[in-house]
């Protein structure tokens, strides 16, 4: 695999939305996030663009990926998008007690080494708070899954959120814990130092991991060896 | 360049008329697709190898033997073999015999098979696949090679002694492709042996297949066969072509829809656009056609998927006497004025026959008389003592 080289202190933030409306508030949440994370990281000398996601877009390409493996050109920029991300916001609405069925497919999709080591805060907006573990019990192992680190504030805003002061002060407490995790390079640290400790799939990370061992069992058996 | 046809032996309703062909419907169409593929000019006609409905294609050395008999020029081949879920010795035997009575027209193409259920009806186990396929042809290799094989490993009964018979025609083991799309082991196999590697490009990011083509071909040179550029490729493609592009168009749009695979999925334009896919005029595929190696380097085998998804017989036809006399004659000058001089030859049994003997007569093996074992003694056969 490659890393990106960029200027030190420039930091890449994607927004995921599963919302439905325009403007949701899904979205809005994930924003206030996002916001309050470029804010906090110009208080550092560090500047954060934003990338915003809209999974609703993508949505055709979700599905045709999930059963057919092909992957549109849409979904191939939003991937490109998360390969490149210093931070991620993951932000869906809860339906049926659990993630949107669009926000868990589009994670399900992506190959399993594209957001190795990445930090991440994990939003979900919902009409009522009896969602509330939502993201906690559900949404963390996904993530888990995909081996990114989630910042320790989970979000979540049920309709009588969005008027309490509480919201904000989670959101700061989130925003700056996934501010402290991009300040600190854990990402490039974790793949610089130990990306070959990772179980990986050949054309993984986005394409660009094509290293082969050459002397693993499975290749020396390739090379008319024999199976242990 | 070769050219020429695969078919998955999919048994699929036609969604225009609402009919489902018949097992022995489709038999019959497939021979006569076959013969089509060799009147129209093609060098080529592939068979996949299924063991369930709604697929007839199980025993695919029957039906290759039967078009072979039935032909003059064609190659017959596989897309694929299942190397997993196989004995590699009943392989050895019946893909031998064929290319006797073939005389020598005729090669395969390996694959693992991924449809889970398959390998615990032939006692094997999908986790195991990929070391089953490497350890499985490391086995074939040697059958077709050595007249008596002493061999042990880890997914089957040992041999002892064990003779394949019949010889592979002229001591010419049949060429084999070996198809993937995503395992650098299975790449690095068909490298280590100099044997030829198939991407079957019918997905793309194409990326993928250019990776793994790229590495087959370093790997190749590295085991010392011949340069990057003579490694041996052959990729597939699907089409469907009218005259005029609105009428391709309007024709396989209900096809496409319900294809199985990626039916009820991408909008045929975006597959089109997106996927090597061509479905248009005669020209329009050829200059997608074109593009392929561009991609992938100068390549041996292009096969086209032609006859699935339900597609009558009659429009199959219809469709290889577009693709034989509009599409693949200029694809065939086209080609050879753009052609790197250092790409190897397309493999026939000629050829391999000339590569080992030169001038001289091939072996031609004669057994000695039964003594009922090859363990003692010398060799089973009259020209090595």
């Known amino acids: 695999m490659t890393t990106q080289s960029r200027d030190l202190g420039q930091f890449q933030l994607v927004v995921v939305s599963a919302g439905t409306s325009d403007p949701s508030s899904t979205r809005l949440l994930a924003d206030r996030v996002s916001q309050r994370v470029a804010t906090l990281g110009l208080q550092k000398q560090l500047t954060v663009e934003i990338k915003a996601i809209e999974l609703r877009e993508l949505a055709g390409e979700i599905a045709n990926a999930l059963v057919s493996n092909h992957i549109g050109p849409k979904l191939q920029k939003a991937i490109t998008a998360l390969q490149h991300a210093d931070g991620i916001v993951a ?28 930090p991440v805060a994990l939003a979900a907006t919902a009409g009522t708070a009896r969602h509330a573990l939502v993201v906690d019990d559900q949404m963390r192992g996904l993530f888990a899954y995909l081996r990114t680190v989630v910042v320790p504030t989970s979000l979540f805003a049920a309709t009588e ?68 | 360049m070769q050219f020429g046809v695969f078919s998955v032996s999919d048994i699929t309703r036609d969604p225009v008329s ?7 419907e489709r038999i019959d169409a497939i021979v006569q697709i076959a013969e089509k593929a060799e009147e129209v000019g093609l060098d080529v006609f592939a068979i996949g190898e299924h063991h369930n409905p709604p697929f007839f294609s199980s025993a695919p050395t029957t039906l290759l033997a039967h078009i072979a008999a039935k032909t003059k020029r064609l190659i017959v081949s596989t897309a694929t073999t299942l ?3 196989n004995d590699p010795v009943r392989i050895a035997e019946e893909y031998a015999m064929l290319q006797h009575l073939a005389k020598g027209r005729m090669d395969l193409m390996l ?52 003779t394949s018979t019949p010889r592979p025609l002229d001591d010419v083991p049949p060429f084999v492709w070996h198809g993937s799309i995503r395992t ?175 001038d001289q007569p091939a072996r031609q093996p004669r057994p000695n008389a039964n003594r009922g074992d090859n363990v003692t003694g010398g060799s089973p056969y009259q020209d090595n003592k």
């Open chain 1, 91 to 118: 932000s869906t609405p809860v339906y049926k007690a659990g993630a949107s069925g669009l926000f868990t497919s589009f994670f399900q999709i992506l190959d399993n080494d594209l957001l190795i080591a990445k």
């Open chain 1, 161 to 228: 959120d969005w008027t309490d002061p509480g919201l904000n002060k989670r959101i700061d407490r989130a925003a700056l814990e996934l501010v402290a995790l991009m300040a600190s390079g854990f990402e490039k640290q974790v793949r610089e130092e130990s990306w070959g400790r990772y179980q990986h799939e050949f054309g993984s990370a986005g394409g660009t991991e094509l290293s082969i061992d050459l002397d693993s069992d499975l290749m020396k058996l390739a090379a008319g060896g024999s199976a242990n």
């Open chain 2, 18 to 24: 609402g009919e489902t062909p018949s097992e022995a």
């Open chain 2, 83 to 85: 190397i997993t879920t």
């Open chain 2, 111 to 162: 694959g693992r098979g991924n449809t889970a259920p398959v390998y615990p009806w032939f006692g094997q186990d999908i986790r195991q696949s990929l070391p089953l396929a490497l350890e499985n042809y490391n086995l074939l290799h040697r059958l077709w090679r050595e007249d008596v094989v002493d061999w042990e490993g880890k997914f089957r009964t040992p041999l002892q002694g064990f």
């Open chain 2, 184 to 358: 650098p082991e299975i790449a690095e196999q068909a490298a280590y042996y100099g044997d030829g590697f198939f991407a079957n490009n019918i997905f793309w990011p194409k990326e993928h297949y250019m990776r793994l083509i790229k590495f087959y071909r370093q790997r190749y040179a590295h085991y010392g066969h011949g340069t990057e550029k003579q490694a041996v490729v052959g990729l597939g493609g699907q089409a469907y072509i009218a005259k005029r592009s609105q009428d391709a168009i309007k024709e396989f749009r209900p096809y496409f829809n319900e294809a199985p695979v990626y039916g009820h999925g991408p909008r045929m334009e975006d597959f089109m656009e997106q996927t090597p896919l061509s479905v248009g005029s005669p020209q329009e595929v050829i200059d997608k056609t074109l593009t392929f190696r561009e991609h992938f380097g100068d390549y041996q085998r292009q096969m086209f998927l032609m006859d699935h998804a339900g597609l009558p017989l009659k429009t199959v036809l219809n469709q290889l006497d577009l693709l034989g006399e509009e599409v693949v004659p200029v694809l065939r000058k086209e080609i050879e004025s753009r052609q790197d001089p250092e790409t190897a030859k397309p493999p026939t049994h000629a050829l391999r026959v000339t590569e080992k003997y030169g």
